[in-house]
């Protein structure tokens, strides 16, 4: 069983930034493949990045490329969302996810846990 607690989250103007984090209970989070997802209201939850177990591989939405960068801190159980120049359509709740696997994993079921969400809300 993995916990995973979303931080970081809040209300920021178009063209700023935040960093979200995620902490993991499981001591073997290094095995572990992370992502991040979101979800506005009326809308599917969609994939926002993921990265692999040791951080060397990630992968974007189209929608992020270029502004949204995941990083992980295994010695700290975390992961990281650094978020720049945001736009209100990044609006959503966002939650991250592991999966006990090696490689990126961009699809949400192929998650095992997740997290409870963050809210991130640009305003324009």
């Known amino acids: 069983q993995v916990q995973l607690v979303e931080s970081g989250g809040g209300l920021v103007q178009a063209g700023g930034s935040l960093r979200l984090s995620c902490a993991a209970s499981?001591?073997?989070?290094?095995?572990?493949?992370m992502g991040w997802f979101r979800q506005a209201p009326g809308k599917e939850r969609e994939f926002v990045a993921g990265i692999n177990w040791s951080g060397g591989t990630t992968a974007y939405a189209d929608s992020v490329k270029g502004r949204f960068t995941i990083s992980r801190d295994n010695a700290k159980n975390t992961i990281y969302l650094e978020m720049n120049s945001l736009k209100p359509e990044d609006t959503a709740v966002y939650y991250c996810?592991?999966?006990?696997?090696?490689?990126?994993?961009?699809?949400?079921?192929?998650?095992?846990?997740w997290g409870q969400g963050t809210q991130v809300t640009v305003s324009s």
């Open positions: 996810a592991a999966k006990s696997t090696t490689s990126v994993v961009v699809t949400a079921r192929g998650y095992d846990y």
């Open positions: 499981r001591r073997t989070f290094s095995s572990y493949a």
